[in-house]
């Protein structure tokens, strides 16, 4: 099994930035896809971005296009979405998860990751 643990979510006004990681353990990091999910009260868990394992290739949704880049270090074991620009819409849990039946093609869909976070809040004041 693969362990995820979040680190870096908090409070900032609209506007600023904030950085959140993910250490990962218990299985190869560099040979699965990684993503980062969020999730608002009362809303679906949606997508926010996704690498795959080289991180060649990556994935926004609409919303963060621009404003929040996702990277992977696999020295580290971890996976960062740097988010800038922050909105209050982006306020929300933010999950950490693995596909480890994918290594180069990045699956979207919340079903088809395997492993998760603890998660960690995000809030964006106006």
């Known amino acids: 099994q693969v362990q995820l643990v979040e680190s870096g979510g908090g409070l900032v006004q609209a506007g600023g930035s904030l950085r959140l990681s993910c250490a990962a353990s218990?299985?190869?990091?560099?040979?699965?896809?990684m993503g980062w999910f969020r999730q608002a009260p009362g809303k679906e868990r949606e997508l926010v971005a996704a690498i795959n394992n080289s991180g060649r290739s990556t994935y926004y949704a609409d919303s963060v296009k621009g404003r929040f880049t996702i990277s992977r270090d696999n020295a580290k074991n971890t996976v960062y979405l740097q988010m800038n620009s922050l909105k209050p819409e982006d306020t929300a849990v933010y999950y950490c998860a693995a596909d480890v039946d994918h290594t180069i093609v990045i699956i979207t869909t919340t079903r088809d990751y395997d492993y998760w976070g603890q998660g960690t809040q995000v809030t964006v004041s106006s």
């Open positions: 218990g299985r190869t990091f560099s040979s699965y896809v």
